[in-house]
């Protein structure tokens, strides 16, 4: 599948062999998007409790993945996006979205799907409504409050 900026990528389904790297991607993700926390709240074994249950893709260039998406099909719900910080801006992040869209239906037939985003996280907002998904709650000057963000229609 291509991304922007001429990096091929592949989005498959995530194997036992990938998840170490998955859940550095995570931690560094989460240190990053929460800034305000400190560093010492995020682990490695974080990812592993917060994908449990969900079905995991993963975007790979060159054999290295720089990239994951996690979701809940039966409620469709995407609950975990990052992409690797030396990858961002490349279209990976928006591949892994049409990619879990994909797998939650495709045309959006069986109703919304979901997301929520740390409300103080201003980047990862402005990307998901580029995506064409709308939130639904307004934002909480609270630390940790979540944005709801629905996309009701295929974009």
Not at 13 to 40: M, N, T, V, Y
Not at 127 to 143: C, D, I, K, L
Request: hydrophobic content about 45%; overall charge positive.
């Amino acid at each position: 599948m291509p991304a922007s900026q001429g990096v091929r990528i592949a989005i498959r389904s995530a194997r036992a062999a990938d998840q170490a790297r998955c859940a550095e991607i995570f931690l560094d993700g989460r240190r990053a998007a929460f800034p305000w926390q400190p560093a010492d709240r995020f682990g490695l074994d974080d990812y592993y409790d917060c994908v449990r249950e969900d079905i995991v893709l993963v975007a790979e260039s060159d054999g290295a993945v720089v990239g994951f998406v996690s979701l809940d099909p039966q409620a469709r719900v995407i609950h975990n996006l990052f992409i690797a910080p030396d990858w961002h801006k490349r279209g990976i992040g928006s591949a892994l979205l049409r990619a879990a869209l994909d797998r939650l239906g495709g045309s959006l037939r069986h109703g919304p799907a979901e997301l929520a985003c740390a409300a103080r996280n201003a980047a990862a907002r402005a990307f998901y409504e580029r995506n064409g998904w709308t939130p639904v709650t307004a934002a909480s000057s609270q630390p940790d409050a979540l944005v709801l963000y629905r996309l009701s229609r295929a974009g």
